[in-house]
């Protein structure tokens, strides 16, 4: 099982499609922006660093693919393997969304649009898209498990905001000392760590039931 995240967004600069099939741990690390298209590479670079000069935050997206993952994995009511990879994405510091295949962008489509047909992929059965990201009914179909994490901007800023003390009064808070102004690139292999955990648990279950 091959498992590679990447940073597709980071504010409003969006990274296009890239290839899920032969993208690679090398051309994630390429860039500062751990992002695979240098030219979106560059542009979120500059972003941040804007971002950083007024002393500010921003927020973005981290992508990630399960490449050669089994059909079979997962289970169909409580511990679906979608379920389990959105707690476990939730559970990381500064997220603040998760979705899996088309996700949000899936409500825009027709039944008749967003049904994966089945074909013969060689000697497989498979289904010629993806838009389910790999899962049906919670359970791994044998395509790539493809999901997209979002991370919030970081609350901690060294421009003063307004707050209130523990008596109410108003007050403002400036932070001091050194603070990211994007976390998203550092959240990579946070992702696919995490994921890996994930898919583990679900190998070892297959295990043990013999499977």
């Known amino acids: 099982v091959e498992i590679v995240a990447w940073v597709s ?3 409003s600069e969006q990274a296009p499609e890239v290839d899920l099939l ?3 741990r090398t051309q994630v690390d390429s860039t500062l922006a751990r992002c695979p298209d240098a030219p979106s590479a560059a542009r979120m670079e500059q972003l941040v660093r804007e ?3 007024d002393k500010d935050s921003i ?5 990630c693919v399960c490449r050669n993952l089994p059909a079979g994995w997962g289970e169909p009511v409580f511990d679906k393997l979608d379920a389990l990879l959105a707690q476990a994405m939730l559970s990381l510091p500064a997220t603040k969304g998760f979705e899996i295949g088309s996700g949000f962008a899936g409500t825009q489509l ?3 649009e967003h049904n994966d047909a089945f074909v013969m992929k060689g000697d497989r059965l498979g289904t010629a898209s993806n838009h ?3 899962v ?3 359970i791994s179909n ?3 498990v493809q999901f997209r994490v979002a991370f919030k901007p970081v609350a901690t800023i060294g421009r003063a905001q307004k707050t209130a003390d523990f008596a109410g009064n108003p007050v403002e808070l400036a932070a001091k000392g050194r603070h990211d102004p994007c976390v998203v690139p550092r959240a990579v292999p946070i992702v696919e760590t995490m994921t890996a955990l994930v898919l583990l648990d679900l190998a070892l279950r297959q295990e043990a039931r013999g499977v």
């Open 9 to 11: 967004a980071i504010g």
């Open 136 to 138: 049906l009914g919670g």
């Open 51 to 53: 971002v950083l000069a």
């Open 59 to 63: 927020g973005g997206v981290v992508s």
């Open 132 to 134: 389910a990201g790999g």
């Open 22 to 24: 032969t993208l690679n």
């Open 110 to 112: 027709r039944g008749s």
């Open 142 to 144: 044998g395509e790539p």
